[in-house]
């Protein structure tokens, strides 16, 4: 019984760690995101350029 909860509890901490890994990766994606977004906002230019050049 205690090797079967050994064994469980391993799967749990790997499951965590996995779940904890893709939460960071999620989060950095994000955060590039909305830098780009951000820059983007503050941009300056003729419209149609700036389209152009982003297209």
Avoid: I
Wanted: glycine content about 6%; hydrophobic content about 35%.
């Amino acid at each position: 019984a205690l090797m079967q909860e050994a064994l469980e509890w391993r799967q749990v901490a790997e499951t965590n760690g996995n779940l904890m890994r893709r939460y960071e990766e999620s989060r950095a994606d994000l955060e590039k995101a909305l830098r780009v977004g951000q820059a983007c906002l503050k941009e300056r230019g003729d419209p149609d350029e700036l389209f152009r050049k982003h297209n």
